[in-house]
């Protein structure tokens, strides 16, 4: 079984070490929905993290700090692990850069190696947070609010795809629903992950009470952020047909850090890097 760093009692690094960085496969989690004897998943996207604690010290040995955001490839052969990812940027906290190029280097050669593929990183320092449109606002998902449903769940323990449906009767619609009572747990140390999800598709209009029911379903499940999004996708995928659908989930922080993964099976722009007011 694979040694996770997460759940484990761990020494905060005082040295720079890209050695903490650890991989998840992709396929491991991938093989539960059975995706694995695809070529290519049936989706592609993104998974943008926010690093809010990032902090280095100049070539004088003063402190600088800025917010990082991490895009990173759904096609990625790996994944990082949470804490792991944590420890390494806190591994940064007593390393000498020369400058914000070099620190950018730095992560992307480290990121790159442990995830298989490149990635986009943005650097914003405090003096440029209320000039950066997508760091300065706080705007929440827009959409259709399943919430204002009044539902009876007596079920907890499955997000059962069976739940899902859309109603063939109808003519094809264009869609955008929102939840915010998505949580899930951390599958090795049980910690709740909070979460708002808003689903966008075009196709049978998709039966709301099932929809939420089968979000509510995850509330004891134990997945990975990436894994919940991916399995919402598929799920909805199989069961209603749309002809178009994205995913996308914005997860509450951590350790100064938040997963926000995206999925997609058509031509849709990433979504803005946006947070909302959990976050």
Known sequence: MTEFVLGQHTAYPSEYDPTLLFPIQRS?????????HLQTPPFFGVDIWNAYELSWLNPKGKPQIALAEFVIPADSPNMVESK????????????????TTQLRNCLQHDLGSVLGSSLQIKLTGPNEISADKKMGPIEELGG???????IEVDDFQKADPLLLHADGSLAPITQTLVSHLL??????????????????????????????R?????????????HCVEKIFC???????????????????????D???FRTDYNAAWPSNIRHARQ
């Open 84 to 99: 792991s990812f944590k420890l390494y940027l806190n591994s940064l906290n007593q390393q000498r850069f020369a400058d």
């Open 259 to 261: 997963i926000n993964p």
């Open 28 to 36: 491991e989690n991938r093989a539960s929905l059975g995706l694995n």
């Open 214 to 226: 089968y979000l509510i379903g995850f509330r004891q499940l134990g997945e990975f952020h990436e």
């Open 183 to 212: 949580k899930s747990n951390c599958p090795v140390t049980g910690q709740p992950d909070w979460a708002s999800v808003q689903i966008h598709y075009q196709g049978r209009p998709i039966d709301e009470e099932g929809l939420l």
């Open 235 to 257: 799920d909805i995928k199989s069961r209603c047909k749309p002809e178009k659908l994205s995913v996308y989930a914005r997860y509450t922080r951590r350790g100064g850090l």
């Open 144 to 150: 259709q609010l399943l919430d204002r449903l009044d």
